[in-house]
């Protein structure tokens, strides 16, 4: 494929570098020796397939020239040709809409890699999305249907190369680690390890060990020292789920491994090194976290390099279908069952439906779906038990006498056991998951399922008697 190019650097021996080799792959180029003259042949009516842009040039240089290019074509693609290793720099010019970027001094398979990543990559990606995903380590995959979620497979393509924190927000069930693990694939650390920890799942009491290791007698039991995750993740990528939970305490020395890569361990007294990405990812309202004193503003700004926004389902519709499709045809092989019937009028449901757990609670349809093949009673379970007969149901049994005040605590407690143990059993009750399924705290959900007689069921305890327990306490309550 030629393109259209336009180079911009102040360098006369870099710019007639640069058009001889992409003249020897056929391409059309154009010079510019200034951020103004690059400007002005734009606005004269040149139309570049790609514009390298050089970072450092007197005058005008190379950011501000790509923010007048940008505000003249939102959709002119810009690689930045750097000669500095400064991250920070690169980083502002992918936030200000710069696709690529390559460093000086170049070579041939530079300028190819920036050319395929930009000219190829976008028109390949649409091709390539069609519902499948793309699978990632773990047997998940990231499916990109709608026009947010390709738009955000982009974002997070250009992100993963850079080795900076990445701040990806969402409500639970949202995808945030699948996200997560497709900027790890994606980066320059694909070949070492990538460790995802929730900090709301350990107790406070042993985030910090868990995180940072300890030394030989730290504490009573200390016998010998152990590393943490940190070091054990040294050289990848380390995902801290639901970041909000961490305490204040921990938040502090996470900022300082953000900094400078070092941390002590518990009751050490040498710093301890590491080469590690740091991704986060919470489901947390961050401005009420801020005011809160919930999230450190410091550290929210070191996390908050990149951030990546990940929509609920019912704010892109569009890749329902194709993840009802991509969780049938996965599961149907994976619990060697037929695959189900996905009419026209399922499709169509599921795609009306609200889904409040997002992809998390849709994968659980899907999978009832294929274990018990049933499409009536599937559609019906859409549907829910919804409208005027079933509130006057629940306003005539609960009322039974009692003042007005007693009815509306018992109908909201009903009403509060009846989502816990949905959760539950969505959950399979993992009561981490259940706590992310409803957005609140591990430690609230343990003492609201204790409250309403929700315990875990014992080892051996069948599906089906955990479900007759979860239906005996929901009687009792109401």
């Known amino acids: 494929m030629t393109a259209r190019v336009l180079v911009v650097d102040d360098d006369y021996n870099m710019l007639r570098y640069m058009r001889t080799l992409l003249r020897l792959e056929s391409h059309q180029v154009h010079t510019a020796n200034s951020g103004g003259e690059a400007i002005e042949k734009i606005q004269q009516g040149l139309c570049p397939d790609l514009v390298f842009l050089d970072m450092l040039m007197p005058g005008m240089d190379g950011l501000e020239t790509l923010e007048h290019l940008r505000q003249l074509d939102p959709s002119l693609k810009i690689a930045m040709l750097s000669c500095v290793k400064e991250t920070a720099k690169i980083v502002q010019a992918m936030r200000l809409g710069a696709k690529d970027y390559v460093n000086k001094p170049l070579d041939g398979a530079a300028l190819d890699a920036v050319l395929r990543n930009c000219l190829h990559s976008e028109k390949s990606a649409e091709a390539g999305l069609d519902g499948e995903g793309e699978e990632l380590p773990g047997g998940v995959s990231f499916v990109a249907g709608s026009p947010e979620m390709r738009k955000i497979r982009s974002q997070i393509e250009k992100i993963a190369k850079f080795d900076v924190p990445v701040l990806i927000l969402g409500e639970s069930g949202v995808g945030k680690e699948v996200a997560a693990l497709l900027i790890h694939r994606l980066s320059g650390r694909k070949d070492h390890t990538f460790m995802k920890v929730n900090c709301a799942a350990i107790p406070a009491g042993l985030l910090e060990s868990e995180l940072f290791g300890y030394e030989a007698g730290a504490f009573t039991g200390a016998n010998q020292a152990k590393p943490g995750k940190f070091e054990s993740c040294n050289g990848g990528t380390i995902l801290l789920d639901e970041i909000g939970e ?29 080469n ?20 450190r503003l410091d550290l929210y700004y070191r996390l908050n390099t990149f951030a990546i926004h990940l929509p609920p389902l019912r704010q892109r519709r569009d890749d329902i279908p194709l993840l009802v499709r991509h969780f049938a045809t996965r599961l149907s092989t994976q619990y060697n069952q037929p695959m189900p019937l996905l009419s026209e009028q399922m499709l169509e449901a599921c795609a009306r439906h609200h889904w409040p757990g997002n992809i998390r609670e849709l994968q659980n349809f899907v999978k009832r779906y294929v274990v018990l093949g049933d499409e009536s009673a599937m559609l019906a379970e859409l549907q829910g038990p919804r409208g005027k007969d079933s509130r006057t149901r629940m306003f005539v049994r609960t009322h039974d006498g009692k003042d007005l005040k007693r009815m509306v605590k ?39 399922a204790r409250q309403y007689g929700l315990d875990l069921p014992k080892r051996g305890t069948s599906a089906a008697a955990a479900t007759a327990s979860q239906g005996g306490a929901l009687r009792e309550v109401s």
Do not use: H
Not at 249 to 269: I, N, S
Not at 421 to 426: C, D, N, R, S, T
């Open 410 to 448: 018992d109908l909201k407690q009903e009403a509060e056991a009846q989502v816990i143990a949905q959760a539950l059993q969505e959950a399979n009750w993992d009561r981490s998951q259940a706590a992310a399924l409803l957005n609140i705290s591990y430690k609230a959900l343990v003492y609201k």
């Open 276 to 295: 590690v990405r740091i991704l986060a990812a919470t489901n947390i309202e961050v401005e009420e976290a801020l005011k809160n004193d919930k999230l």
């Open 246 to 274: 961490l305490p204040p305490m921990l938040q502090a020395k996470l900022l300082q491994v953000l900094q400078e890569q070092k941390f002590f361990r518990l009751g050490g007294r040498a710093p301890v090194s590491v």
